[in-house]
């Protein structure tokens, strides 16, 4: 049985940072894509960082520079640093793994962990 848990979520001020954590159980790591989602309410998922198999991440325009994503594979954990945090990154931030390939369309990811909270204050 494949498990994604999140955690890390919380309440900040504008130009904040916070730390989301994934461990996820019942997958191999090094054969999935990871990656974080959000959604705002209202708004359609959308992916806002990848990693792929060979550990290239890949960021949504409007994160580059202020987030990073990574993982350990050794204990199944998936990262995503979040920093100088705006009121537009609120919302519910998903952990989901496809199997091999990575892509924007949420609808074709096989994994997703119940989503973890992430409310900017300006």
């Known amino acids: 049985q494949v498990q994604l848990v999140e955690s890390g979520g919380g309440s900040v001020q504008a130009g904040g940072s916070l730390r989301l954590s994934c461990v996820a159980s019942?997958?191999?790591?090094?054969?999935?894509?990871m990656a974080w989602f959000r959604q705002a309410p209202g708004k359609e998922r959308d992916r806002v960082a990848s990693?792929?198999?060979?550990?290239?991440?890949s960021y949504t325009d409007a994160v580059k520079g202020r987030f990073t994503i990574s993982k350990d594979a050794a204990e199944n954990t998936l990262y995503l640093q979040m920093s100088s945090l705006k009121p537009e990154d609120t919302g519910l931030y998903y952990c989901?793994?496809?199997?091999?390939?990575?892509?924007?369309?949420?609808?074709?990811?096989?994994?997703w962990g119940q989503g973890t909270q992430v409310t900017v204050s300006s």
């Open positions: 989901a793994a496809r199997f091999r390939w990575c892509t924007s369309n949420w609808r074709v990811w096989d994994y």
């Open positions: 019942g997958i191999t790591y090094s054969s999935y894509c």
């Open positions: 990693i792929a198999t060979n550990n290239i991440a």
